[in-house]
C-alpha cells in the first residue's frame, strides 16, 4: 500500500506564502512522479505542478513564477512552496501520484486527503 500525508496549509493573507509538504509512505519501490492539485468550491480539481524523480517540472498557467515544486527522492517528500499568493489560491490541496510500483503490483493514481489553503483579501 502507498499512503500519502499532506501538510502545511492554512489561512494565510494575500501576497502571504505557505509551504505545503507531501509524504510518501508504506511498501514501495520509487516514485517518478508527485504532483499536487486543487479543488476550489463548486469547481473541478484542477493540476497544479508535477516534478519527476530527475526534478523536471511543470506547472499550470495561473501559478507559474509564484509556486514552486520541489522534492526529496530519499525522504519521498514533495514540497509546495507558495508565495504571493491570492485569493483565487483558495481550494484543498491534493498531493498524486499518478503510478506507484508496490511490492503487491502497480498502484494508479494515488491521492492524499487533502489540505486547505484558504487566502484573505
Known amino acids: 500500500q502507498v499512503q500519502l500525508v499532506e501538510s502545511g496549509g492554512g489561512l494565510v493573507q494575500a501576497g502571504g506564502s505557505l509551504r505545503l509538504s507531501c509524504v510518501a509512505s508504506?511498501?514501495?519501490?520509487?516514485?517518478?512522479?508527485m504532483g499536487w492539485y486543487r479543488q476550489a468550491p463548486g469547481k473541478q480539481r484542477e493540476l497544479v505542478a508535477t516534478?519527476?524523480?530527475?526534478?523536471?517540472?511543470n506547472y499550470a498557467d495561473s501559478v507559474k513564477g509564484r509556486f514552486t515544486i520541489s522534492r526529496d527522492n530519499v525522504k519521498n517528500t514533495a514540497f509546495l512552496q507558495m508565495n504571493s499568493l491570492k485569493p483565487e489560491d483558495t481550494a484543498v490541496y491534493y498531493c498524486?501520484?499518478?503510478?506507484?510500483?508496490?511490492?503487491?503490483?502497480?498502484?494508479?493514481?494515488?491521492w492524499g486527503q487533502g489540505t486547505q489553503v484558504t487566502v484573505s483579501s
Open positions: 498524486n501520484v499518478p503510478r506507484v510500483a508496490t511490492y503487491r503490483g502497480v498502484k494508479s493514481d494515488v
Open positions: 516534478i519527476t524523480s530527475g526534478s523536471d517540472t
Open positions: 508504506g511498501s514501495f519501490f520509487s516514485i517518478n512522479v
